[in-house]
């Protein structure tokens, strides 16, 4: 098999307001330039960018950064091997895009962008390298008073669903436990889809997963499998199922999976494509007939007009009501044979 790499990693960490300049600075340099596996190439304050001779060469020590004075307030940057660290307050306009500064407008902002094309194609040097973002996280959370951070890898393609705090692409989070509590009936049933839950001095968990898996493909099987799990684990109507742009590779995917869905016909009259649908008891409708059901809806049948519902009939009550969440989250119509043979809505 290909290995198929992320196009990017994304670490991204937000302090809260509280620690000097000095403080960050010493942070950075005990655990990124002090790392044996950080190899520094260069180093300078934000503030030059673009100077003649505004890089210095190498890694700064602790007294280097506290040299810049003011310009250490204004932020400044370590680039090196494996990844590197900008460091800059953060900005009031910031929160409004909240992957940059998790919605907070003031605290101090630590983040890098990895280009994984820099890296050789093998599976190692991806997984050291996450390993080595994921360790510049968590040693934030021991040391700074962290507001949010995240690990996340990037690439062409995206499968959804997307649950409420588990975006598709995050391996590492950082999230209060009051989140998880408000978004899920049962905590649990988000905690247990990670391969690592750390508690937090605020109160809250770093929660990790798939710090092990480099192919992409791989990894997309895993965040697909963990999104459904929390689909039908999250409160109603927080996931999110637009957004699917899935690679050849990815549909292929999807298109390995058992389809527990018959098509019966579309009805000119009422413009409604039906289904019926019989699901193992210890199984659920996979992934394909969800966006099967879901891309129906809004869809054109040649010489017969456009779709406005999408029916499915599930042979008795107990199947409907286990398949229900997803299936009224994406607009679809449910129904189920009665005891009498009856064909019934089920009733939110």
């Known amino acids: 098999m290909t290995l198929e790499l992320p196009s990017n990693l994304f670490l991204t960490i937000v302090v809260h307001p509280g ?3 000095a403080e960050i600075a010493s942070f950075v340099r005990s655990t990124l330039v002090e790392d044996p596996r950080f190899v520094p190439w260069y180093w300078q304050a934000l503030s030059e960018v ?25 932020g400044y940057l370590v680039q090196g091997k494996p990844t ?13 895009d909240f992957m940059t ?17 820099g890296l050789p194609k093998e599976e190692g040097a991806l997984l050291e390298t996450m390993a080595f973002h994921a360790d510049l996280l968590r040693a934030a959370v021991r040391q700074l008073p962290v507001h949010r951070a995240a690990l996340r890898r990037v690439a062409q393609g995206s499968i959804g669903p997307f649950p409420p705090l588990a975006r598709a692409d ?58 459904m799990t929390l689909a039908r ?27 527990f869905i018959t098509p019966l016909g579309y009805n000119a009259q009422t413009k409604t494509v039906e289904f019926t649908a019989v699901v193992p008891a210890d199984a659920h409708l996979p992934p394909i007939d ?59």
């Open 19 to 21: 620690p000097e300049p």
């Open 233 to 259: 684990a999250a409160q109603p109507g927080l996931t999110r199922w637009t957004g699917r742009r899935p690679t050849q590779r990815e549909q292929a995917m999807l298109e390995e999976a058992e389809s």
């Open 290 to 348: 969800l966006f099967t059901l879901q891309d129906w809806l809004g869809a054109n049948v040649e010489n017969a007009g456009k779709v406005e519902r999408v029916v499915v009939t599930f042979p008795d009550l107990a199947a409907a009501e286990r398949e229900a969440q997803p299936l009224r989250e994406i607009g679809v119509v449910i129904q189920f044979y009665a005891d009498d043979a009856s064909v019934q809505p089920l009733v939110d």
């Open 84 to 96: 590197g660290l900008t460091i800059e307050p953060v900005e009031e306009d910031m929160a409004e």
């Open 170 to 227: 995050t391996l590492v989070d950082v999230l209060s436990m009051a989140e998880i509590r408000r978004d899920y009936a049962d905590p649990q049933d988000f905690l247990r889809v990670w391969d690592r839950v750390d508690d937090t001095d605020a109160g809250g968990v770093v929660v990790e997963r798939g710090l092990t898996i480099a192919d992409e493909l791989a990894w997309k099987r895993r965040s697909l499998d963990d999104g």
């Open 50 to 74: 673009g100077e003649d001779d505004g890089e210095r060469e190498g890694a700064p020590t602790l007294s280097d950064l506290v040299m810049l004075g003011d310009d250490l307030e204004d």
């Open 101 to 117: 500064s998790f919605g907070a407008e003031e605290g101090w902002l630590l983040h890098t962008r990895t280009v994984t094309a």
